[in-house]
């Protein structure tokens, strides 16, 4: 950038999981870490997102090839602050379209 001075973000992620074996075969534990730090002065997204660090637990329970259910544990922490913990649940879902004609 002119005038030697740099504007820009940076964000990383490294998600980590495993399906188990055998009869458990539908379960995918998995551990994320996230981490996102942004410039004040970036054009975009400088004094609208804040920092953020995660790291992430949980577990997916497929149901089927188009449904899932799945459990996670965060803890998280915005522009430096205190820690927040939560649990999230969520249900996930995909419809199957076409077909032959």
Not at 25 to 47: A, C, H, I, K, Q
Not at 76 to 97: P, R
């Amino acid at each position: 950038a002119a005038g030697g001075t740099s504007r820009g973000s940076s964000a990383v992620y490294v998600h980590m999981g495993v399906r188990l074996p055998g009869s458990l075969s539908d379960l995918t534990p998995y551990g994320r870490w996230e981490n996102m730090e942004v410039d004040l002065r970036d054009p975009v997204f400088g004094g609208v997102l804040p920092d953020y660090d995660a790291v992430v637990a949980g577990v997916r329970y497929d149901l089927d090839g188009l449904a899932a259910l799945k459990a996670e544990y965060r803890n998280e922490k915005f522009d430096g602050g205190v820690a927040v913990n939560s649990f999230f649940m969520q249900a996930s879902f995909a419809v199957a379209v076409g077909g032959q004609s």
